[in-house]
């Protein structure tokens, strides 16, 4: 994560500081940090909004503020970190307490991913349906990818290798009736959750982005999800917000393919985006390649 700027940040923070010869810190100070950290942010995929909002609340913090030189690297340091873990900190939403909450009133949980053409939705549902087994919940998969080819054959091969239910329509059928199905199926057979697997889609496919809009309205999913892969660059902004308004606010995201990008940067901007919270990294191809996420551990890693 972050892999540039971290590489960099020091050295920046140590550049900068060292021409704060007074004791306050200037706008140009500032200016000054962003100047030598701008490329690395960009490099590491941060979104331009993302970075112009850094700098805004850097100056609203740090500018006359009362510094020992001495001690000027270190308000740099603690007040950038304050403000990353004010965008990617927020409060996290928990799969198994929803799971748990619904079942005390005997309904199974409805869980949706959504997201772009490859994200990673069908295999991160696997991941999450492996981990929910394991921990003792009795996952069933709903194949609502109607649209594209080999989509059901895809989830029902994750589910005979899981031991997990599948249940399916015919391709080109309606998605929402698909997840109705599935729930139906859940209550009756006393499964705990549901989780629906959605084709992929752009953000700017109107009539896709509808479909998924009657998914959400028909079936009222407990948890909406967004899967964001961690390759996509400045376009995490816009397509974050898009999903976002279909589906009336997401509860949170998963950032896939993690371990093949050293840029945190779609983090960033997904977070920023939202404001909602991620949930998990996926880190690889296996089932147990999906990592439970922790913002302070992020944080502290870029600035360690
Ligand atoms: N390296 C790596 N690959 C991943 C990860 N998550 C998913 N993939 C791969 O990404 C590719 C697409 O994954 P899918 O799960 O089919 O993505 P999808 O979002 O369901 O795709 P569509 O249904 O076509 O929109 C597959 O080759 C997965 O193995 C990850 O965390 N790391
Ligand atoms: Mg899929």
New binding site residues.
């Given amino acids: 994560m972050f892999g540039l700027l971290k590489k960099h940040f020091s050295k920046s923070v140590k550049k900068v500081t060292e021409k704060v010869l007074e004791k306050e810190i200037s706008g140009h100070d500032i200016d000054n940090f962003f100047s030598e950290i701008e490329i690395e942010l960009m490099q590491d995929n941060v979104a331009v909004d993302v970075i112009d909002y850094l700098k805004k609340r850097m100056k609203e913090e740090l500018i006359q503020k009362q510094v020992g030189r001495m001690s000027a690297r270190e308000e740099i340091r603690t007040t950038f970190k304050n403000i990353l873990m004010e965008i990617i900190g927020k409060e996290p939403v928990s799969i198994e307490d929803t799971i748990n909450s619904k079942k005390a009133a005997k309904e199974p949980a409805c869980i949706i991913f959504l997201?772009?053409?490859?994200?990673?939705?069908?295999?991160?549902i696997a991941k999450v349906a492996s981990a929910l087994k394991m921990k003792g919940h009795q996952p069933v998969l709903a194949a609502a990818?109607t649209f594209?080819a080999a989509?059901i054959e895809?989830l029902q091969h994750h589910g005979e290798k899981l031991g997990v239910p599948v249940i399916k329509h015919e391709y080109g059928s309606d998605p929402a009736a698909v997840v109705f199905d599935a729930m139906k199926y859940a209550k009756t057979k006393g499964k705990d959750v549901v989780l629906v697997?959605t084709?992929?889609r752009m953000h700017n496919d109107k009539n896709l982005m509808d479909e998924l809009s009657k998914i959400v309205r028909v079936n009222k999913p407990d948890l909406k999800i967004l899967?964001i892969d961690s390759l996509t660059g400045n376009d995490v902004v816009i397509q974050a917000t898009n999903y976002d308004k279909a589906v009336n606010g997401i509860d949170g995201m998963i950032l896939?393919?993690?371990?093949?990008n050293e840029k945190g940067g779609s983090l960033l901007s997904a977070t920023y985006a939202t404001g909602k919270p991620i949930l998990f990294l996926?880190?690889?191809?296996k089932y147990e390649?999906l990592i439970e996420f922790s913002a302070e551990k992020t944080v502290d890693e870029l600035l360690d």
Avoid: L, W
């Avoid at 896939?256 to 093949?260: A, C, M």
């Avoid at 996926?282 to 191809?285: E, H, V």
């Fill in positions: 997201g772009f053409n490859g994200s990673g939705k069908t295999t991160t990818d594209r989509s895809q697997d084709a992929g899967v896939t393919k993690t371990e093949i996926g880190t690889g191809q390649d």
